[in-house]
């Protein structure tokens, strides 16, 4: 069975051990990133990425600012926290909502009228972060114990505790309640050094960019030290890593207090920029976001996270309800189309598919248009730079009150039907699909689209998990079979 | 002196029945989220949707069928319409979940399938809230069947079929126990006198080993979706009529419940299950009447974690032991 070249078999421990050489062979746009990330040294990454940020501020209004600069920021934060936890170490922690809470709440009560306690931030953020890296150490002790999936429930528990306790509990403390029940806490200080308080939105911006540039270097050190590769080696195999003589346990305590004590530190930032804090700051949907977060950007790597949380943070922003449609239909076409086009091999062929759709969805209204005027008599909502277009190009209908959850079921439908074909088939059928994603677009989920935004974002979590599971930037296990 | 919490045993009774109801419903949940797990080792997050998704389906065969005020049926068979449809939706649903969520995730690392489970149980909630919007939909089950419901006269759901010193029990508290028994029941014979049942507990057992004895295993593990989607089904038709309304974020805090409850009854076991479906029933009836209705979920989830870390495999599991 000697190959006359001696390739190892795929998955045996010559293949794997190999495997770093193969990589490096490899052509095309994964090895330009590759390079990219050799030849680019991480601090000269870290350096010109807080340059690009330091200029944010000089060409965006205050909204903006507020809403892509600050909340990017926070959102990279509290990423980085929950890779520590679930990238480095490999702990699947569901409650990790929970520590940004902790941390908004116990910064809301050291400097707020709240209890009348007013601490200057240089006292309040170092002792809120040792505090929840404490809470943090708590948690993890149930890791000595519990392993991998029950784990997940504990904290699980925990997360959706602690908006219980903050919510409905709320016991009462010197005379009001602690957390201020479904409420919170209003009026809280901004961050206060020195006397120097930091109030305007550009202040903030530079102060959390700051943070997160020294948590990012912190951290960079910190996966590249013993202790870092000590996490990986414990992430891909627990077992193993304990028969090597690596302290298993305390290294899932120090990755739980780690991550806490980052979601804390957010968590102050947080409470002093939004100057109020709530129970429903902290639910179930800030815990998808942030793990969509580092998921997308490929776990265990700090410029995935960096990525990811800029991609998640700027398409969520275009789809708030208070954003033009016309900005979040530019992106839904745009992403539309670059996907065909990047992800449909060989590339002539998703060319090939735009200009399908584009023409199915011109004969599609003409057909209509002429057999039933009503049905394509809607005009879109906000027409924009596109609208005029594509009120020519979709099925709009004016008066057909459930057009637009029909088309949404079947749009369902057919993207199931579409993943289930092959061949010539799928591509076929990814024509018609495409088309009525857009007039789902334009019927239903730009009505809505702070529901349309959590919808897309289950889709993109089933969709990465089914595709890339290992995210943008992260790197495939390789394992031995 | 007097004690704080005298002794009432009116109220004690009438906690003790609404915990009975309530864990019945908690069972029924909890018995999906066991056979997935003990099948797949997947933690399905997406159950307490499937079981809300039911509870629509029901609504929707009821407003289909003239409304609750004005049914085109009558009572009995209205409900069982209600309940197959519902049973027979969600289970089909629960097939596709699997088919197109978690099959392709077989084998990929633990993470990828939770964290589908995860955007599973997302899509669906706010697919719900895009289709029907966020406003509570009523069963209306306190006038369901009576004759003349423009006048608020309570229908027979609701009417009391005996007492226990001076507790009514309810025609619908009393249905609720019986179909959650029934189902028990027959899932049991299923599961262990059949031959669907008999590769299942092949597959759970060993899933490769399974494969080489010839078993189907990928219809296994669709028919174990399919079985534990129709009692998600079913409890989501019977929340509607205890309680009277549905809507779009129910299947969270039920699906966390009954989650607690296959934990606490050791998750991969049926008859934990069951047993943890009730205790957490219980408990959450008696820290709500007695402690205040906020102290209910708290209650709860300090009970599993308390379990969990006296007995990390719960109370009827077993003990896992690997193989290295």
Redesign the interface.
């Known amino acids: 069975m000697d190959a006359p070249d001696q390739q190892p078999r795929v998955g045996v421990d010559d293949w794997v051990a190999q495997h770093e050489d193969r990589v490096d062979q490899r052509t095309g746009f994964a090895a330009l990133r590759r390079r990219l990330g050799r030849y680019v040294p991480p601090p000269v990454q870290l350096a010109l990425f807080t340059l690009l940020a330091a200029t944010l501020p000089f060409w965006m209004d205050r909204g903006d600012l507020f809403a892509y600069g600050i909340f990017t920021l926070m959102y990279i934060l509290l990423g980085l926290g929950l890779n520590v936890v679930?990238g480095y170490a490999?702990l699947?922690d569901l409650g990790y909502v929970a520590f940004f809470g902790i941390g908004a709440y116990s910064y809301a009560l050291l400097s707020s009228d709240h209890y009348g306690i007013h601490w200057p931030a240089l006292a309040t953020i170092p002792l809120v972060m040792v505090g929840t890296a404490l809470v943090g150490l708590l948690l993890g002790l149930?890791s000595r114990?519990?392993l991998?999936?029950?784990l997940?429930?504990?904290t699980?528990?925990?997360g959706?505790?602690f908006v219980?306790?903050v919510n409905?509990?709320?016991p009462i403390v010197h005379g009001q309640g602690l957390t201020g029940g479904p409420n919170g806490v209003a009026d809280i200080d901004p961050l206060r050094f020195f006397g120097y308080e930091l109030t305007t939105r550009r202040q903030q911006y530079l102060f959390l960019l700051g943070a997160v540039v020294v948590v990012l270097t912190a951290l960079h050190f910190l996966s590249e030290s013993r202790t870092g590769r000590a996490w990986r080696a414990l992430r891909e195999d627990p077992?193993a890593a304990g028969a090597m003589s690596i302290p298993v346990h305390r290294l899932k305590l120090m990755a739980f207090a780690i991550g806490s004590a980052i979601a804390g530190l957010a968590g102050c930032i947080f409470a002093s920029v939004l100057t109020a804090v709530s129970p429903g700051n902290f639910g179930?949907p800030i815990l998808?976001t942030i793990?969509a977060i580092v998921?997308l950007g490929g776990?265990g790597s700090l410029t995935g996270v960096v990525l990811g949380a800029i991609v998640i943070n700027v398409s969520f922003q275009f789809l708030a309800p208070e954003n033009p449609q016309s900005n979040a239909r530019v992106l839904f076409y745009g992403v539309l189309v670059l996907l065909l086009l990047l992800t449909v091999r060989p590339r002539w062929v998703g060319a090939a598919l735009v200009a399908a759709v584009l023409a199915f969805g011109i004969v599609t209204q003409a057909i209509v248009e002429a057999l039933a005027p009503s049905w394509t008599g809607g005009s879109i909502v906000q027409g924009g730079r596109l609208g005029g277009v594509i009120d020519d190009w979709a099925v709009i209908p004016s008066g057909h009150g459930n057009f637009g959850?029909v088309a949404?079921?079947a749009l369902?439908v057919a993207v199931?039907v579409v993943?289930r074909l092959h061949g010539w088939w799928q591509t076929a059928a990814l024509v018609p699909t495409v088309y009525l994603a857009a007039i789902v677009w334009e019927t239903?989920?730009v009505e809505?689209p702070a529901?349309?935004r959590?919808?897309l974002?289950?889709?993109?979590?089933?969709g990465l998990?089914?595709v890339r599971?290992q995210g943008l930037l992260g790197t495939p296990?390789v394992e031995i079979v | 002196m007097e004690l704080p919490l005298a002794f009432n045993d009116q109220l004690f009774i009438q906690l003790t029945v609404n915990g009975v109801t309530l864990g019945s419903l908690y069972a029924l949940i909890a018995l999906g989220y066991t056979m997935v797990y003990g099948i797949l080792k997947l933690l399905n997050f997406a159950h307490g949707d499937v079981y809300m998704i039911g509870a629509f389906i029901g609504y929707g065969v009821l407003s289909g069928l003239g409304g609750p005020l004005s049914p085109d049926l009558a009572l009995a068979p209205l409900i069982l319409l209600m309940f197959l449809a519902a049973m027979l939706g969600s289970g089909l649903l629960g097939v596709a979940i699997e088919r197109f969520a978690y099959r392709p995730l077989r084998d990929a690392p633990r993470l990828a399938p939770l964290i589908t489970a995860l955007g599973v149980s997302f899509f669906l909630q706010n697919s719900v809230l895009l289709l029907f919007g966020a406003q509570f939909r009523t069963y209306n089950s306190f006038v369901l069947g009576s004759p003349t419901p423009e006048l608020f006269e309570p229908g027979p759901l609701i009417d009391p079929v005996f007492k226990i010193r001076g507790v009514n029990i309810q025609l619908i508290q009393l249905m609720v126990l019986l179909v959650t028994v029934a189902l028990c029941v027959v899932l049991t014979l299923f599961v262990a006198r059949t031959r669907v049942g008999k590769a299942m507990r092949a597959t759970a057992y060993d899933r490769e080993g399974a494969m080489m004895m010839g078993i189907d295993v990928d219809r296994v593990i669709a028919s174990t979706f399919f079985i534990s989607s129709v009692l998600a089904g079913a409890a989501g038709v019977m929340f509607g009529l205890l309680f009277s309304q549905v809507f779009h974020f129910m299947g969270f805090l039920a699906g966390l419940k009954g989650f607690t409850a296959a934990v606490v009854g050791g998750i991969g076991s049926i008859p934990g299950a069951m047993l943890g479906g009730l205790l957490v029933g219980l408990t959450e009836a008696y820290a709500s009447g007695y402690l205040g209705g906020r102290w209910g979920d708290l209650t709860v989830f300090g009970v599993l974690i308390l379990v969990l870390l006296v007995r990390p495999s719960g109370l009827l599991g077993s003990k896992a032991i690997q193989k290295v």
């Open positions: 679930v490999g699947l149930t114990r519990l991998g999936d029950y997940a429930i504990v699980l528990f925990f959706q505790a219980v306790f409905a509990v709320n077992l179930l998808i793990y998921i776990i959850n949404y079921v369902v199931i993943t239903s989920f809505q529901v349309a959590w919808i974002f289950g889709a993109l979590l089933i998990m089914t599971p296990r």
